[in-house]
C-alpha cells in the first residue's frame, strides 16, 4: 500500500479534474507563456556573458561535515582556479559547497535556484549578479544545459539523476557539444553503470557500446579536474576570466 496523501495532495490532485470554462483556461495559458517567457529571458541575460563554466550536480541533503560536501568544494575551488566558473542549483549541500568553492578559487559562482517547499533554501555563497530563482524546473534545466562546457556529477537523489540523464541524453543525441560528463565516487555510481551495461546494453540494447564512453568515472577531486582541464588542453580551449 502506498503512502498515504496528504489533505492538500488530495486537494490538488481534485482540483486538476475540475471542469475548467475555455476562457479560464485560454487566461490561464497564456499567462503562463509569459511568465514562462521571462524566466528564459532573464536567464539569458544574466549568463550570457559569464565566460566558459562547469555545471555541478549533487545532493541538496549532504552536510557540511560529509566528504562529499568536502570534495565538492575542493573541485569547485580547483576548476576556479583553473579560470571556470561553477554553475550550481543554488541551494544548500552540494550546491552550496560547489558555490564556497567557486567563491575561494575566485571564479564566478551561479546560482539556478528553484521555488520550493522544502529543501531549496539560497546558500550565501552566490555572486548576487549570477543568482536567478526559477519556477519551471524545465526552464532551470536548460540554463544548466546551455551555459556550461562540462558536467560534474557527485551523489545525490531523484534530482541529480535527472540532470545526469538530461545531459547525457543532450550529448547523445547531439543535441549538446561532446562536452565531459564527470561522475564522482565510484563506489556510488558503480551499481547504476553496472545496471546500465547489463541491462539497457547487453539484454536489451537500448543504448550503443558508444554510449558508455559519454561519461568518465572518477574518485578524487583532482581526477575530476583533470578531466575537464584535459578536454580543453585537447581543443586548445582557454578559460579567460
Known amino acids: 500500500m502506498g503512502k498515504k ?21 485560454a487566461s490561464t495559458m497564456s499567462w503562463s507563456i509569459f511568465k514562462i517567457m521571462a524566466e528564459f529571458v532573464d536567464g539569458y541575460q544574466a549568463l550570457a556573458r559569464i565566460g566558459p ?15 562529499h560536501y568536502k570534495l565538492a568544494e575542493e573541485i569547485a575551488s580547483k576548476l576556479s ?3 571556470l566558473g561553477i554553475i550550481t542549483g543554488g541551494g544548500p549541500g552540494i550546491m552550496e559547497a560547489a558555490n564556497k568553492g567557486a567563491i575561494e578559487g575566485g571564479g564566478p559562482s551561479v546560482g539556478l535556484n528553484i521555488n520550493l517547499p522544502f529543501e531549496q533554501t539560497p546558500n550565501p555563497f ?9 519556477d ?31 545531459a547525457l541524453t543532450l550529448v547523445q543525441t547531439d543535441k549538446r557539444a561532446k562536452f565531459p560528463i ?38 578524487t577531486a583532482d581526477e575530476a579536474v583533470d578531466e575537464i ?6 581543443y586548445s580551449l582557454q578559460p579567460n576570466f
Request: hydrophobic residues 45%; contains cysteine.
Open 53 to 67: 563554466c562547469v555545471s555541478l550536480f549533487g545532493s541538496a541533503r549532504t552536510q557540511p561535515d560529509h566528504p
Open 136 to 166: 519551471y524546473f524545465f526552464v532551470r534545466k536548460v540554463m544548466f544545459m546551455k551555459y556550461a562546457q562540462g558536467f560534474v556529477v557527485l551523489p545525490g537523489g531523484f534530482g541529480t539523476m535527472d540532470e545526469l540523464f538530461e
Open 229 to 234: 582541464l584535459e578536454f580543453y588542453g585537447k
Open 5 to 25: 496523501l496528504s489533505a492538500a495532495d488530495e486537494k490538488r490532485i481534485k482540483r486538476a479534474f475540475v471542469n475548467k470554462r475555455w476562457p479560464e483556461v
Open 126 to 134: 552566490q555572486d548576487r549578479d549570477k543568482m536567478l530563482t526559477f
Open 81 to 83: 582556479h583553473a579560470g
Open 182 to 219: 564527470v561522475l564522482v565516487d565510484k563506489e556510488f555510481w558503480s551499481p547504476l553503470l553496472d545496471w546500465i551495461n547489463r541491462s539497457l546494453l547487453e539484454e536489451h540494447a537500448y543504448i550503443s557500446a558508444d554510449d558508455l564512453f559519454l561519461f568518465k568515472l572518477v574518485d
